[in-house]
């Protein structure tokens, strides 16, 4: 089982990133997709959920209108577009994917949010 995460940067305020998990070794079209971050001191937050079909998608109050989760199932990738960027945006991204006991988490991407 792999989850990679791809896209994260050093991005000015007002600016936008999109993230990328490609997922392995498992049935992705069958799993929840979700994004949390963590920033320095902080502790972990959930970001974003999409269902296993992409119809159904949830966010934190934080970044409701800003950021979209979206997936491809034919690709086994879950996406987060951000937008209007935000320096406490900044943190570890990272994707999470969970059915039943299941629950698989990538390595992380770093996003800073900076001048």
């Known amino acids: 089982v792999q989850l990679v995460e791809s896209g994260g940067g050093l991005v000015q305020p007002g600016g936008s990133l999109r993230l990328s998990c490609a997922a392995s070794?498992?049935?992705?079209?069958?799993?929840?997709m979700r994004w949390y971050r963590q920033a320095p001191g902080k502790e972990r937050e959930l970001v974003a959920t999409i269902n296993s079909n992409g119809g159904s998608t949830n966010y934190a109050d934080s970044v409701k209108g800003r950021f979209t989760i979206s997936r491809d199932n034919a690709e086994k990738t879950v996406y987060l577009q951000m937008n209007s960027l935000q320096s406490k945006d900044t943190a570890v991204y990272y994707c999470?994917?969970?059915?039943?006991?299941?629950?698989?988490w990538g390595q992380g991407t770093q996003v800073t949010v900076s001048s």
């Open positions: 070794g498992f049935t992705f079209s069958r799993y929840v």
């Open positions: 999470n994917a969970g059915y039943g006991w299941d629950d698989y």
